[in-house]
């Protein structure tokens, strides 16, 4: 049996607070699991686009961000 493997890594560095971000992903990837892991620092829900299941979307700490993970 195969073991699962690591096709792609894209970061993205904004310089702008926002939740709705945009997140550079590779072509091609119809098939493939997605993760995206996201931090603003700004407060409030991130946005995910529709096929996206988010895990979770919090601002636990007192730093007025927020930090959200989806796959898809």
């Known amino acids: 049996m195969a073991f699962p493997s690591l ?3 894209v970061s993205t560095n904004g310089t702008t607070a926002s939740t709705t ?3 550079n992903i590779t072509p091609n990837v119809a098939d493939e699991l997605l993760f995206v892991l996201f931090r603003s ?3 409030g829900a991130i946005g995910w686009p529709a096929g ?3 895990m979770f ?3 636990d700490d007192a730093s007025d961000d927020q930090m959200a993970f989806a796959y898809r």
Do not use: L
Request: net charge negative.
């Open 57 to 59: 979307d919090a601002s």
């Open 41 to 43: 620092a700004v407060a």
């Open 7 to 9: 096709n792609n890594v």
């Open 52 to 54: 996206w299941i988010e």
């Open 21 to 23: 971000p945009v997140v």
